[in-house]
């Protein structure tokens, strides 16, 4: 029943992308993760800023943040400390970084499987949504990489944190999941 009327709220507040999005690959982007992104993603429901919210203040859909980490530099001089730019989020959600490149390592395939059960407490059933930034390909990866994991409520919010903050909902401070790299 939940699920019946999450799906209702979404077609309610669903808003039409543009035509001039890019076309939908059959493959993983795996190249220039800013650029446009597709109106689709097939298996999955695209939502809007306004659904993505809604979604959210129902308490009941996994919210997965996927923006990469950015690495360290290499040319940092010897007893430099670095900090990392911290990463303001969607309130609640999971951050698992670097889940969304093209291709991954076995070891970031388990990672992003182990953050998936938590976030869903193991039930391929249970409704997740991926974002990153505005035009950022990791989530459309991360979206459709969950549904070849066999997870069937996937829903994608191209326009991520941006699309998020632009609207003035709430954003909090958020740690990455220990675990990847």
């Not at 997870?151 to 675990?179: C, L």
Request: net charge negative.
């Amino acid at each position: 029943m939940i699920r019946l009327w999450l799906h209702s709220l979404v077609l309610l507040l669903f808003a039409a992308f543009p035509a001039a999005a890019a076309e939908e690959p059959a493959g993983y982007r795996e190249s220039e993760y800013r650029a446009e992104v597709p109106a689709t993603l097939s298996g999955a429901t695209v939502v809007s800023t306004e659904a993505a919210h809604a979604l959210w203040k129902t308490g009941q859909v996994a919210f997965i943040d996927v923006l990469p980490r950015p690495p360290k530099p290499a040319n940092l001089p010897e007893g430099t400390v670095w900090n990392e730019k911290p990463r303001l989020s969607i309130p609640s959600s999971l951050w698992l970084p670097n889940v969304g490149y093209g291709k991954l390592a076995d070891v970031m395939q388990d990672y992003f499987r182990t953050g998936l059960e938590k976030a869903t407490g193991g039930d391929k059933d249970r409704s997740v949504l991926f974002f990153c930034l505005d035009g950022c390909w990791m989530s459309w990866n991360a979206g459709k990489r969950a549904l070849e994991y066999g997870y069937t409520h996937v829903f994608w919010y191209p326009q991520g944190t941006d699309g998020w903050a632009a609207a003035g909902y709430p954003t909090e401070r958020v740690e990455p999941e220990p675990g990847g790299r």
